[in-house]
Nanobody, 118 residues
Framework: EVQLVESGGGSVQAGGSLTLSCTASGFTFGGWYRRAPRNVCDLVSTFNRDGSGYYADSVKGRFTISQDNAKNTVYLQMTRLEPEDTAVYYC????????????????WGQGTQVTVSS
């Protein structure tokens, strides 16, 4: 059974930091997404085949993805947050896609809200 649980969201002022966690079992981590208008989710970050991080242009240089295999947990460290980063963030299993419908199958977490005020 695939289970994913996100945590770590919250409200911060612009320039602040948050770290999201995705604890999972029974799957291969796909990526971190955030919800855009019309229930579309954009890929924010994932792992490249060589283990390095992939980042959307909008977050490059500010977000860092990492993992702790012993804890089955993937982290997304978000720094220098901007109001434009405000969204519900999800982790999902399966091959990462640059854009997809949010929660389009059962292999998504419940989401965690990130709110950045100016």
């Amino acid at each position: 059974e695939v289970q994913l649980v996100e945590s770590g969201g919250g409200s911060v002022q612009a320039g602040g930091s948050l770290t999201l966690s995705c604890t999972a079992s029974g799957f291969t981590f796909g990526g971190w997404y955030r919800r855009a208008p019309r229930n579309v989710c954009d890929l924010v970050s994932t792992f490249n085949r060589d283990g390095s991080g992939y980042y959307a242009d909008s977050v490059k240089g500010r977000f860092t993805i990492s993992q702790d295999n012993a804890k089955n947990t993937v982290y997304l460290q978000m720094t220098r947050l901007e109001p434009e980063d405000t969204a519900v963030y999800y982790c999902a299993a399966g091959p990462p896609l640059s854009r997809r419908l949010c929660r389009d199958n059962n292999y998504w977490g419940q989401g965690t809200q990130v709110t950045v005020s100016s």
